[in-house]
């Protein structure tokens, strides 16, 4: 049987996949992966970086094979898929009709059933919120054997638990979304660069209300008067230009590394390179949707740079009257502790209210940044950073988490029962046996 692991490949809990290639064929496979132990989750492509994807018993029904477009209109915008189906599939039939993903992550490797169950969030929440706010409708297969249809007026309260409900609710089947006109696959992009956390602040305000897409990179080593140093990047479809399709050459890290490349001497050079490349204050450019949205993905496995112990990634949102404060208590904790990687990212989120029970994002702004797992990260640098986000009235991400104490989730997610009362016996992750049973 084929053997999962999360993104960060932290905590280390391989998992079995019980493999589903048809719809019908999902009793079976869920029937067979909660033999055993009674539950089971469903798992897309493993691109969240914790243990939200893990299942408690060990065993989840990967859904990753059932990735059949099912059903488009090209005048409409409207398509409906299989789960499995990534988001890298949709943008390949949609770009050169006219339509784009209304939102999405850092990876086009995420699937359709993984985007809602996290309700993932991209560089324009300010502007168009989360995925969830652009799902139509979808189907719901539940252990009891029923399936049913649920949109904003239909099975209205599963509709809400299931967009970012961390696969809990149900297995889903398909699901409909709202696609996003565009004119062009290309991106006038715009870098600036900054000195510190307050110049990012007054870019942040001045530059999001007039861009699409708008995010900062971070060094997350810089310190006093520099503290929050980083480039600004701000993005909108270009007016014309072609309809294509990307096809970048890809990379693969070919082993996992027996020690991780991240080490003090490393992580400032890195960081003091990527800030001093951008030569001049302010750079502007076209570049492919591709370039723009996943610049990652064109290395395939770099998770495996972070060695055998893997990494965990720190992402928070802080509410506006904290923001400034507690993302300088944050930064300056993480330089202390001088880990970290170069891939901070800092953006602020919009007001946008999503239509999902525990949706992650809420206005304020978000930190995130991935660490190389040691013991220590837990007992006491996260410690410190839970502390400042707690008292900031901040949240972290479930996605990215494999450390949140029970009680900081539960505080920040009140909701967090709703989503209890309408789980599906037969499913429980290990991400939500740790918060909510501890
Ligand atoms: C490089 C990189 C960049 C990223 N950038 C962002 C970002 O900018 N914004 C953001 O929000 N996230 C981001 N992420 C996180 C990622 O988008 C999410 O974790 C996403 O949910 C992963 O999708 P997946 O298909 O791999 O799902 P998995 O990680 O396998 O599973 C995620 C959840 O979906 C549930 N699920 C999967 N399929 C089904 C189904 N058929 N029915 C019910 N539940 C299901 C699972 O049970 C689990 O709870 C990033 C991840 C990476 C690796």
């Known amino acids: 049987m084929k053997s999962v692991l999360s993104w960060g490949r932290y905590p280390h809990l391989p998992q079995e996949a019980h493999v589903v290639t048809w719809r019908d064929g999902i009793r079976a496979a869920w029937a067979d992966a909660s033999r055993e132990h009674g539950t089971t989750l469903a798992f897309g492509n493993g691109r969240s970086y914790g243990d939200s994807c893990l299942a408690a018993s060990g065993h989840v029904v990967q859904t990753l094979p059932l990735d059949r477009l099912i059903a488009a209109d090209w005048q409409t915008g409207v398509l409906r898929a299989e789960p499995g189906v990534t988001l890298e599939q949709i943008l390949d039939v949609a770009i050169p009709r006219g339509w784009m993903l209304p939102v999405t992550p850092g990876t086009k490797y995420a699937t359709l059933g993984g985007a809602i169950a996290n309700d993932v969030h991209g560089k324009n929440h300010h502007v168009r919120g989360t995925f969830g706010r652009h799902v139509r409708r979808f189907a719901l297969a539940r252990s009891d054997g029923t399936q049913f249809e649920c949109a904003p007026d239909e099975q209205p309260e599963y509709f809400a638990a299931t967009i970012g409900g961390l696969g809990l609710t149900g297995l889903i089947l398909w699901a409909e979304i709202q696609l996003m006109p565009i004119r062009s696959s290309m991106i006038d992009m715009t870098s600036i660069r900054f000195a510190n956390l307050d110049e990012f602040f007054s870019l942040s305000e001045q530059l999001d209300p007039l861009h699409e897409y708008s995010v900062a990179w971070v060094d997350c080593q810089s310190r006093g008067s520099a503290l929050g140093r980083g480039i600004f990047m701000v993005g909108d479809h270009a007016n014309d230009g072609p309809l294509e399709v990307t096809r970048r050459k890809k990379r693969t890290v070919p082993f996992t590394l027996p020690i991780p490349v991240f080490n003090r001497v490393t992580l400032r050079a890195f960081n003091e390179l990527y800030y ?163």
């Open 276 to 438: 001093q490349k951008q030569q001049r204050g302010e750079v502007s450019t076209q570049v492919s949707y591709d370039t723009y949205f996943y610049p990652l993905d064109s290395l395939l496995e770099w998770n495996r740079i972070y060695g055998r112990a893997g990494f965990q990634q720190y992402q928070c949102v802080v509410p506006p009257n904290t923001a400034r404060d507690a993302t300088r208590a944050i930064l300056d904790a993480i330089a202390a502790s001088g880990t970290g990687s170069f891939l901070a990212v800092l953006k602020r989120c919009g007001d946008v209210r999503s239509p999902g029970l525990l949706s992650f994002p809420r206005e304020g702004t978000s930190l995130a940044l991935d660490f190389p797992q040691r013991d220590a990260l837990n007992t006491r640098l996260f410690t410190q950073l839970d502390t400042i986000v707690r008292e900031a009235g901040g949240r972290i991400y479930p996605a990215k988490d494999a450390h949140m104490p029970g009680a900081d989730f539960r505080g920040a997610y009140p909701q967090w029962q709703q989503l209890e009362a309408l789980r599906d016996p037969a499913l429980l992750s290990r991400f939500w046996e740790r918060t909510t049973r501890t």
